[in-house]
C-alpha cells in the first residue's frame, strides 16, 4: 500500500482537509487505518491508487472545483472515473463514456453496467454478465438500481480522473466494446442503433 498517496485521496473524498493534505505524511499510516475501518479497505483502495505517479497533475483542489461545476459531489466523481477505468481501454474512449455515464444519469436511466456487477460478485475474467448475475441485489447492481454504485469500483488513473470532470459533448446513450483485443469502443444515441452493435462484436 502506497501510504504517501492516501492524503490527496483522502482530500478529494472530503475524510481530510485541501489545506491538510500535503502535510499529513508523518501521520498518515494512522490516518488510513482510521479511514479503512470507516469505509473499508476495498472502497479506499480504489479511490485512487494511481495517484502514485509523481506525474499526475489532477489534484484535490481540482477535483472539488471540477465536481462542482458538474453539480457532483467530489466522491461521486471518483466514483464516476472508476466506472470509466473500469469500461474503457483507450484514453480516446474515456470522455464519450463519461458522457454516457452523465447521460444517462440526467435521463433517471439505470446504468446497466456490467463492471459494477462484476466487482459486486467478485468476478474476474469475463465481459459480459449472464440473466442471473442481473438478478443480483447487491447494490452495485447497475441492471436493477439507479444511479452510482456505493463506491468507487476500480482505481481510476488520471485519464479517467480528467474524463469525468471533462466529459465529450455528445448525446450517447450505449456503448459496446466491439473488439477485445484493441479495445475498439463503438456509440450509440438510440437503442435501435446499440442493438446491432453486437454483431460486430470481435475477440
Known amino acids: 500500500m502506497r501510504y504517501r498517496f492516501y492524503p490527496v485521496i483522502l482530500a478529494v473524498m472530503g475524510m481530510l482537509p485541501l489545506a491538510a493534505h500535503a502535510d499529513a505524511a508523518s501521520d498518515t499510516r494512522q490516518m488510513v487505518t482510521h479511514h479503512m475501518q470507516v469505509i473499508g479497505e476495498g472502497n479506499l483502495n480504489a479511490m485512487l491508487a494511481d495517484y502514485a505517479s509523481d506525474a499526475v497533475v489532477v489534484t484535490p483542489m481540482g477535483v472539488t472545483k471540477g465536481a462542482a461545476a458538474l453539480h457532483m459531489s467530489p466522491g461521486a466523481v471518483v466514483i ?6 473500469a469500461e474503457a481501454s483507450r484514453a480516446q474512449d474515456m470522455p464519450k463514456v463519461a458522457r ?3 447521460n444517462r444519469l440526467k435521463d433517471g436511466m439505470m446504468l446497466q453496467l456490467d463492471s459494477t456487477l462484476h466487482y459486486a460478485l467478485n468476478s474476474t475474467g469475463h465481459v459480459t454478465t449472464t440473466q442471473q448475475q442481473r438478478a443480483s441485489n447487491s ?11 456505493p463506491t468507487a469500483i ?8 480528467k474524463a469525468a470532470l471533462h466529459p465529450a459533448t455528445g448525446s450517447w446513450l450505449y456503448f459496446v466494446t466491439v473488439n477485445l483485443r484493441t479495445g475498439l469502443t463503438l456509440f450509440a444515441t438510440t437503442f435501435a442503433q446499440q442493438d446491432i452493435i453486437p454483431e460486430r462484436i470481435l475477440t
Not at 464516476?80 to 477505468?85: G, K
Not at 447494490?139 to 454504485?149: I, R, V
Not at 476500480?154 to 480522473?161: N, R
Open 139 to 149: 447494490k452495485y447492481n447497475t441492471y436493477k438500481f439507479y444511479g452510482l454504485p
Open 154 to 161: 476500480d482505481s481510476p488513473g488520471e485519464l479517467a480522473l
Open 80 to 85: 464516476v472515473a472508476s466506472l470509466i477505468q
Open 100 to 102: 454516457v455515464i452523465y
